[in-house]
């Protein structure tokens, strides 16, 4: 197993990635710790009304401290390339079917 994927282990994602995944991906998921140093100059208040993208939603890290942090579910979009990274998100934050929607892309 890749170190980076020990991390990303170590961070809660159960998928087993290659070295060749994770260079083709670049999926090295942001450790919590790092996430609230980011969220830690927002107010109370823009925590609570505004809403959040995240671009690159991984495992759901970033998506998973917000919620901790008092956002609304409703106020957070997230954007996932890898479908297996993608439904990994979904169970983790009790996301049910009815709520999301998988868009595949062909090139």
Known sequence: MS????????????????????RQTGEVFTPE????KMID??????????????????????????IGRGVPQQNIYGVEYMEDNFFELCDRLNVDQQVY?????HV
């Open 41 to 66: 100059s927002l107010s109370e208040n823009e925590l609570k009304t505004n809403t959040f993208l995240d671009y690159c939603a991984g495992n759901g890290n970033f998506s998973s401290v917000l």
């Open 101 to 105: 929607k998988l868009v595949r892309h």
């Open 3 to 22: 170190t980076k994927n020990k991390h990303n282990q170590q961070l809660g994602s159960t998928i087993e990635r290659s070295d060749d995944r994770i």
């Open 33 to 36: 710790s790092d996430i609230h």
